[in-house]
């Protein structure tokens, strides 16, 4: 079933529209929390809180593109559950790798989390991102906001691990600076 039609089930509330949209997406959805939980039932729990969420948001909410609106879902749950079992203690999962990565650039000490501010930067981000190339943008993407361990994307990219590493120091170096530029931050 295409997107659209499952969308007019939300909006009839039918409730084939979960099951359609977990036919479609659900392994999709499940990879993304697992890149981040690594925990089998956590990424399952987050698969069924992305169905519930969506049914209580679609409608009003209309969602453009399906199958990106399931994706920040999905990416969101995981980062709270990561966020609520890691308070306590610290996990070995690759979402403290993509975190220590990206402090370089983008530190939490300041106060990005004003809801304002923190939209602001994230169009400067996707400003920054159409910048790149396709492969960088993907790589970057890939790591950062599918959280995909490196090896997968050296993988995916026909690549060395090496390569990705290089890439993504790269691209993060940019984005420093073009943070930098943009008065986000300073030297």
């Known amino acids: 079933m295409n997107d659209i039609k499952i969308i007019e089930l939300y909006f009839k509330r039918d409730t084939r529209a979960i099951s359609e949209t ?5 392994n999709y959805c499940f990879t993304i929390a697992n890149n981040v939980l690594s925990n089998f039932e956590d990424s399952e729990e987050c698969l069924n809180d ?20 399931l994706a920040k879902i999905a990416r ?17 999962g690759q ?15 300041t106060d990005f989390l004003d809801e304002i501010i923190a939209k602001e930067l994230g169009e400067t981000i996707n400003k920054f991102l159409l910048n790149l190339s396709t492969k960088e943008r993907n790589v970057f993407c890939r790591r950062y906001f599918f959280v995909e361990p490196i090896a997968s994307i050296a993988k995916r990219y026909n690549l060395t691990e090496n390569n990705v590493k290089v890439i993504l120091s790269r691209i993060r170096n940019k984005l420093k600076e073009y943070l930098i530029k943009e008065g986000y931050f300073y030297e």
Do not use: H, M, Q
């Open 22 to 26: 977990k036919n479609k997406y659900g």
């Open 50 to 69: 992305t169905l519930f969420y969506s049914w209580n948001t679609i409608p009003p909410t209309k969602p453009n593109i399906l199958r990106l609106f």
């Open 76 to 92: 969101n749950l995981a980062f709270n559950k990561f966020k609520a079992k890691t308070a306590k203690k610290r996990g070995n």
């Open 95 to 109: 979402i403290e790798l993509v975190l220590d990565e990206l402090n370089e650039c983008i530190t939490d000490n």
